[in-house]
């Protein structure tokens, strides 16, 4: 199949990107890397009346390091850059241990941060990375600009805080804390494919090696990320022995609600996101250990 007509608009700049998402709101496509919209036209499931190119915006695309130790990325910034930046290796070792997993490398080549982000597929893994790094969305429109936290930006399966006649433009990652303790780990089909179950985890250690603090985020296992706060709960101010990882997973397991479909049973995918809860919190205890050891 191919998509309905359409009228194509590329913009200059992003004031006038704005003004015609005022124009023409929920009429209207942004066409960033083109990775999820463009299938979803061919398939006629998004008819959009107006597509609206941003990609001659190069002002959105950047990374750049913030004076508190975080850093600021455009949010037209292709996924390969941020894959093969040094800022990011430096800064944030957990965002780029993930960006490989992200589809092949052709797709990265084309497909943007803020793309992924503003699409929201709840197997993806930015999504999730944003919440566990406490990311932060600078969304413009042509009379204010707004920052909203990660966390309150997925609301449903591919919906979003954003609205009609609002651009994702900026997304600011907080400095990386000394000693912190990071994983992601993820099931898929084949390399390349969505993940079928996925976690992050992101913990700090005190000086005894209980923990101090963590985040457990989920993916594909529900219509948004999936923030397990039962689970932080449990780990919070405890050592982080064998008993503890098996009554987390455990707890994982039994608490998560995933649909079944064609790739995954509800049942795999709950058996699955405890068995990869334990190994992201295993990989991430023994980061935090050499963090604070270090």
Known sequence: ????????LAPTDVVEALALLEQYGDE?????GGQS?????????????????????????????????????????????????????ERNPLLAAAMPLIGHFQIRN??????????ADPAAELPALSIALEAEFVLRCAHRQ????????????????IEP?????????????????????E??????????VGATILLHLDAHEACQDVCVVLFGVGGTPVRIRKAEGMLRGRALDARALTEVARVVSEDLEP?????????????????????ALEAALTRGKGGIHA
Not at 165 to 185: F, M, N, Q, S, V
């Open 1 to 8: 199949m191919k998509p309905v007509n359409f009228d194509y």
């Open 28 to 32: 209207a496509k942004i066409l960033a």
């Open 37 to 89: 919209l463009m299938p979803l036209m061919n398939l006629r499931l998004a008819r959009p009346r107006v597509i609206i190119d941003i990609n001659r915006l190069s002002d959105l695309a950047y990374i750049s390091p913030d004076p508190n130790g975080g850093m600021a990325i455009g949010a037209l910034t292709r996924q390969r850059a941020m894959e093969r930046s040094s800022l990011v290796h």
């Open 110 to 119: 084309r497909g943007t941060i803020g793309g992924s982000l503003v699409h």
């Open 146 to 161: 707004r920052v909203m936290p990660a966390e309150g930006f997925f609301l449903s399966y591919l919906t979003t805080a």
């Open 165 to 185: 006649a609002e651009l994702l433009t900026e997304i600011r990652i907080p400095a990386w804390k000394p000693g912190a303790g990071w994983a992601i780990e």
């Open 187 to 196: 099931v898929c089909r084949r390399e390349g494919d969505f993940a079928l």
């Open 259 to 279: 649909d079944s479909d064609l790739h995954a049973s509800a049942e795999y995918r709950k058996e699955v996101g405890g068995v990869l809860t334990r190994r």
